[in-house]
């Protein structure tokens, strides 16, 4: 062999190294913890159903999964954390109905859910039931709304803070029905919860899972679901469309989203690990229990869900003439 060749030999092989180690030597996703910032306070249903299913997907994934909990500010504080990350599949967040409201409900939102975020994977959706005393004389929904017609403007139906979801349920429920009636914003789910059994409102408009246990205490009646179909946790209660407000259709729904820009094979790694951890027999029973249905939800259906929900209520805000806040 000549010299000159025996002189290269080396040097090609540096460079076949150089070019091949990092494909080696790259780190499987995932590598390390994951982090899903939720913006609700821990001890919600949001919050207990997250960590039933981080419970269960991280042995999936063979990686711990910190659920950090920034309630502040509208979920503004949230996705600024998660959007100053690195963009690697380590920092994710849950967005959720609130989400879509909020961007015409602030007066500023420091970024686009739709732009700056990418879906990842649907999580869980769940009912807003409208409900009476046990003792009410409206026993069933569409005497409640025939009370509405007859005495406009006298009927009072509470909800939690102006721009909850359940508070936008009513007066969507308000608009499409035609009917005249008020709307009663309480602090917190107990308050709400309290008035009606105190009979300071007529009804209320509340999540299932808030109500379930006033329920089976037969302390509270359950008179309609705001889902498009029977809740299979409430299958006796009928819908607010089957009860005479057709097409009427409020589904509280949670997902995970990551910022846009990360790698594409951290998605798809999550959505089918996500996919396979909602189809445990175990986390349905205790999802049940909180009065949540599993929805996994590809990538695409997620973000076409987000920018659905992003026009509905900005709609329903608008006819309600809600202040910005």
Do not use: C
């Not at 919050?47 to 509208?74: C, E, F």
């Not at 994710?92 to 732009?115: G, I, Q, W």
Request: aromatic content about 6%; cysteine-free; glycine content about 6%.
């Amino acid at each position: 062999m000549r010299p000159w060749r025996l002189a290269a030999l080396p040097l090609a092989i540096a460079a076949f190294l150089a070019t091949a180690l990092p494909a080696f030597t790259q780190d499987k996703y995932p590598s390390r913890p994951i982090r899903i910032v939720l913006p609700f306070a821990a001890g919600s249903v949001s919050d207990v159903s997250l960590r039933i299913m981080t419970d269960k997907l991280a042995p999936r994934l063979g990686t711990s999964i910190i659920v950090d909990n920034q309630p502040r500010a509208g979920g503004t504080t949230a996705a600024a954390s998660v959007l100053s990350a690195p963009r690697d599949g380590y920092s994710l967040m849950v967005f959720s109905t609130s989400t879509a409201v909020s961007v015409s409900l602030l007066k500023s939102l420091p970024y686009d859910p739709v732009a700056d975020f990418v879906p990842v994977s649907g999580l869980s959706t769940f009912a807003n039931i409208i409900a009476v005393n046990a003792a009410s004389p409206y026993p069933t929904l569409p005497r409640l709304l025939q009370a509405a017609f007859d005495t406009p403007g006298m009927l009072n139906i509470g909800t939690t803070t102006v721009g909850s979801t359940n508070y936008l349920a009513a007066a969507l429920l308000k608009s499409m029905s035609g009917l005249n009636f008020t709307i009663v914003p309480f602090r917190t789910p107990g308050d709400l919860v309290t008035a009606v059994l105190r009979n300071d409102v007529d009804a209320i408009v509340q999540s299932y899972g808030a109500l379930k246990s006033a329920i089976e205490a037969k302390q509270i009646k359950a008179l309609g679901s705001t889902t498009p179909v029977r809740a299979a946790y409430a299958p006796d209660v009928p819908t607010v469309d089957e009860s005479g407000v057709k097409g009427f259709d409020v589904v509280t729904w949670n997902g995970i989203f990551a910022p846009a820009g990360v790698p594409p094979e951290a998605v798809a790694t999550l959505n089918r690990e996500i996919h396979a951890t909602l189809a445990d027999p175990d986390l349905k029973k205790r999802y049940a229990e909180l009065g949540l249905e599993p929805q996994p939800a590809d990538p695409t259906a997620l973000g076409n869900l987000l920018k659905s929900e992003v026009g509905k209520w900005a709609r329903v805000i608008d006819d309600a003439r809600i202040e910005k806040q």
